[in-house]
T-cell receptor, first 116, second 110 residues
Framework: DVKVTQSSRYLVKRTGEKVFLECVQD?????MFWYRQDPGLGLRLIYF???????EKGDIPEGYSVSREKKERFSLILESASTNQTSMYLC???????????????FGSGTRLTVV | GQQVMQIPQYQHVQEGEDFTTYCNSS?????IQWYKQRPGGHPVFLIQ?????EVKKQKRLTFQFGEAKKNSSLHITATQTTDVGTYFC??????????FGRGTSLIVHP
């Protein structure tokens, strides 16, 4: 089975800190995604990447950046954490379009970030 | 991204009752996917529907795709406490980027 691993399950950071959330997948997937999940708002796409060193903005990229230096790893960076970035962050991966439609998207277990 | 609207937001049922959640779009969908997220867990892919009028079953779960490919539904027959969670639909028509509905949270009372 595909495994998507997020480095931390819980994180507490201070306002203004630079925060790195790491995601690693082990099945050679081309596409990787970062979502945040908030009660009543569902899953909102922050950034995605369809290849190494490639990135595209999602629906809510403000305050975030990403890095994909290797195919298996996709990092989400909060340049200066703020309290409104307290949320559950979910990483996902998929094969390229076509196959992804058969197998869907595989999510990591999530990182619950609290900014104080 | 273009929205998919899910209703209801919450649904309380007694164990053994049926449950249905609906996913609607103002534009035609190339396909629709359904995911389940258990409390404290992460979304897990359940199924994908592609064809107009398509119906697929997984044990007590029945998934339908509308004839016009603008809506979809997930029906659970005789709910069990293990069905508790949030059910999301997602569209990815025209691209590989899924856009998720806000989900329907199912609460099953024993």
């Amino acid at each position: 089975d595909v495994k998507v691993t997020q480095s931390s399950r819980y994180l507490v950071k201070r306002t203004g800190e630079k925060v790195f959330l790491e995601c690693v997948q082990d099945m050679d997937h081309e596409n990787m995604f970062w979502y945040r999940q908030d009660p009543g708002l569902g899953l909102r796409l922050i950034y995605f990447s369809y290849d190494v060193k490639m990135k595209e903005k999602g629906d809510i990229p403000e305050g975030y950046s990403v890095s994909r230096e290797k195919k298996e790893r996709f990092s989400l960076i909060l340049e200066s954490a703020s309290t409104n970035q307290t949320s559950m962050y979910l990483c996902a991966s998929s094969l390229s379009y076509g196959t992804a439609q058969l197998y869907g998207y595989t999510f990591g277990s999530g990182t619950r970030l609290t900014v104080v | 991204g273009q929205q998919v609207m899910q209703i209801p937001q919450y649904q309380h049922v007694q164990e053994g009752e049926d449950f249905t959640t609906y996913c609607n779009s103002s534009t035609t969908l190339s396909n629709i996917q359904w995911y389940k997220q258990r409390p404290g867990g992460h979304p897990v892919f359940l199924i994908q529907l592609v064809k107009s009028g398509e119906v697929k079953k997984q044990k007590r779960l029945t998934f339908q795709f509308g004839e016009a490919k603008k809506n979809s539904s997930l029906h659970i027959t005789a709910t069990q406490t293990t069905d508790v969670g949030t059910y999301f639909c997602a569209r990815s028509g025209g691209s590989y980027i899924p856009t998720f509905g806000r989900g329907t949270s199912l609460i099953v009372h024993p």
